[in-house]
């Protein structure tokens, strides 16, 4: 045992004395990324909006789905939303010549969410999408700064592409993130702050299947019992306002996005699942199923692992945000977003603890992984993500390993 631990020290010692990935570059490689990020955006916006090319519609096209929510939910009640023919009418008023699968987005989203979408109702479209962007890119990117420790790993945050990938689509992720790093970095300090911004990640429920796992393992009753309470109070507030009509809706179109990624008829390619990777070779639903859940009971070990006893908080936090996206079977690249989360939270542990050989390569692969359905299309038939969060969270846990053996041998 102390011969190992003897081991792991020499190989944190080495790597840390010297390394590719020093401050200069990651600051030059930051910039030339948000270089990349503003050309790319410039040159879609002046083919979209200048040259009004056909079938090339302006960045952050999945808004169109919360905003035409709002909108109907305002004028014509909370279950209308659901309806896909309503919806669709909405969603081409405002984007003529929508053209994504059949033309219509469907809303998914529990009845809760419409506390959060119906201010963006009131507003025009276009202003609409600037606010929900910018907003979201405002709101996560301050969640990170608040994690890292130093300046230039904040810059090498701000250029995550997890980042670009959501303003691309403009899905909600980045609110969403925002909310968990928050609510990760106050956890300790303002425990019931904490437990109501959980309680709002979990209106797309599941993100937040490995949290309540978490803070019970952690004895975080504060924590917990806002986040219950939260949720309690949207689900029961969202009954009383809008009645049992758009949770019996929500329903039918929950059931409706499952037999969609059973079938393989949803965008697969974009799906970082174990159940979508499987899919992808093997096709049927036993063995995709038998994996992802082999794979996702591994996820919840290692999250009772991390959190049933003491370790530094920067792991159990990295941990969490990684299993959090292993669990799921339904989920796309721009929720790899939280992804950002749990490079942070190794990041700031390597930058305090020493680097461990190899750590500094695996955290930029893992900050390139968003990219990956970008740059490929469908016809690659693989989805290699799931690896990559795989070896995230392995990596988690064996820092968790090691710290926990160094504080025995210290203690004996």
Known sequence: MATLQAAARRIRDDASRS?????????????????????????????????KVPGVFAPGGDFVVFWSTAKLALSSGAAAPYDLGALRHVELSAVPGLAIGDGVLPWLYPPMSLWFVLPFGLLPYGL????FLVGGVAWFAWALCRTLPWRDARLAA??????????????????????????????RSRPLLA?????????????ALMVPVALLCARAWRALGAMVFTTLVLTV??????????????????????????????LMARMPTVFASMKLISGGLL?????????????LASVVYAWSRPCSFALRAAVLVVAGLLVPAYLYDYDLVFLGLAIAWLGAH???????????????????????????????????????????????????????????????
Not at 20 to 29: H, I
């Open 195 to 207: 437990g109501v911004l959980l309680g709002v990640v979990a209106m797309k429920p599941q993100l």
């Open 237 to 266: 507030a969202s009954l009383l306002v809008f009645g049992s009509e758009p949770f019996a809706a929500f329903l039918r179109n929950a059931a409706m996005a499952r037999e969609s990624v059973e079938q393989g008829s949803a």
């Open 158 to 187: 701000v250029a995550f592409p997890g980042i670009v990938v959501v303003l691309a689509t403009g899905q909600n992720s980045l609110w969403l993130a925002g909310c968990a790093g928050l609510a990760l970095t106050c956890l």
């Open 350 to 412: 390597g930058h305090r603890a020493g680097w461990l050989r190899g750590e500094r390569e695996l955290l930029v692969l893992l900050w390139l992984m968003p990219l990956w359905s970008r740059v490929t299309g469908p016809e690659i038939g693989f989805q290699p993500l799931p690896l990559g969060l795989m070896l995230a969270l392995a990596l988690g846990v064996w820092r968790i390993r090691l710290e926990r053996m160094d504080k025995a041998s210290f203690n004996a």
């Open 128 to 131: 609409a999408t600037f606010v």
């Open 287 to 299: 063995l995709p199923y038998a994996i992802h859940g082999l794979v996702a009971a591994a996820a």
């Open 19 to 51: 390394h590719w990935l020093d401050a200069s570059r990651l600051r030059l490689y930051s910039c030339v990324a948000l270089a990349c990020y503003a050309l790319y955006f410039g040159i879609w916006l002046f083919r979209a909006c200048v040259l």
